[in-house]
T-cell receptor, first 115, second 115 residues
Framework: DTGVSQDPRHKITKRGQNVTFRCDPI?????LYWYRQTLGQGPEFLTY????????KSRLLSDRFSAERPKGSFSTLEIQRTEQGDSAMYLC?????????????FGPGTRLLVL | GESVGLHLPTLSVQEGDNSIINCAYS??????FIWYKQESGKGPQFIID?????DKRQGQRVTVLLNKTVKHLSLQIAATQPGDSAVYFC??????????????FGQGTILTVHP
C-alpha cells in the first residue's frame, strides 16, 4: 500500500491521559499536514510540515498538542492531558507540491474518543 | 444530548442520473479549489481540482465549474452510481505565503444514490 497510513485507527482513552498518533506519508512527499474533523464538519487544519520544519500551527492547536516530524518522513501528533472536547477524527495528509498545484492525499484517520 | 452538526445539505438521486453538488467560497484570494469525497469512517479522497484561472475542468465522469464572479464552485457527476454515495467537500487553498497548501473545507454535502 503506497498511500498515507495512520496508526492507530481507533483510540479510546480516559480524560487526563496522553495519546500519540502516528502518520506515515506517501513516500517522497515533503509536505505533511494534520487536520481534525468532528462529526458533520469538514476537516480543520491543525499544523503542517515541510520536510522536518513545522511551518504553521493553527490557533486550534492548544499547548497540549504537539507535533513532530524529526526526519522529514513520518510524523507524530501528541495530545497531553486529553479532554472530552478532543474527541474527533485526526487526519493526516501529504503532498509534493509542483508549481501551481498541490494535491493533498489523506490517510484513513485516527478516531479518538475521550471518556 | 447535544445535536452535533448533522445538518449537512443532502442530495438524493437515482442511479444513472447526473448529480450537481454546489459550494460557495468566501476568500477571493484563494488560488485553487479541490473536491474531496469522504465515505463513512474513511479519510477524504481526492476527486478533482481546479486553478483560479480556469472556469472548467473535466475528469472521468466528473466536471468542476468555477464562477469567480459569485464565488461559486460546482461538481457535476455524470451517470451517478451507488458507489458515489458519500459526503462531498469542496476545499480552497490560499494564494502564496506559508499558508499555501493549507486547506479550508466547506460544509459538505451528503449524496445518496438510490439503485
Amino acid at each position: 500500500d503506497t498511500g498515507v497510513s495512520q496508526d492507530p485507527r481507533h483510540k479510546i482513552t480516559k480524560r487526563g491521559q496522553n495519546v500519540t498518533f502516528r502518520c506515515d506519508p506517501i513516500s517522497e512527499h515533503n509536505r505533511l499536514y494534520w487536520y481534525r474533523q468532528t462529526l458533520g464538519q469538514g476537516p480543520e487544519f491543525l499544523t503542517y510540515f515541510q520536510n522536518e520544519a513545522q511551518l504553521e500551527k493553527s490557533r486550534l492547536l492548544s499547548d497540549r498538542f504537539s507535533a513532530e516530524r524529526p526526519k522529514g518522513s513520518f510524523s507524530t501528533l501528541e495530545i497531553q492531558r486529553t479532554e472530552q472536547g478532543d474527541s474527533a477524527m485526526y487526519l493526516c495528509a501529504s503532498s509534493f507540491p509542483s508549481p501551481g498545484w498541490e494535491t493533498q492525499y489523506f490517510g484513513p484517520g485516527t478516531r479518538l474518543l475521550v471518556l | 444530548g447535544e445535536s452535533v452538526g448533522l445538518h449537512l445539505p443532502t442530495l438524493s438521486v437515482q442511479e444513472g442520473d447526473n448529480s450537481i453538488i454546489n459550494c460557495a467560497y468566501s476568500n477571493s484570494a484563494s488560488d485553487y479549489f479541490i473536491w474531496y469525497k469522504q465515505e463513512s469512517g474513511k479519510g477524504p479522497q481526492f476527486i478533482i481540482d481546479i486553478r483560479s484561472n480556469m472556469d472548467k475542468r473535466q475528469g472521468q465522469r466528473v466536471t468542476v465549474l468555477l464562477n469567480k464572479t459569485v464565488k461559486h464552485l460546482s461538481l457535476q457527476i455524470a451517470a451517478t452510481q451507488p458507489g458515489d454515495s458519500a459526503v462531498y467537500f469542496c476545499a480552497e487553498v490560499p494564494r502564496g505565503g506559508t499558508s499555501y497548501g493549507k486547506l479550508t473545507f466547506g460544509q459538505g454535502t451528503i449524496l445518496t444514490v438510490h439503485p
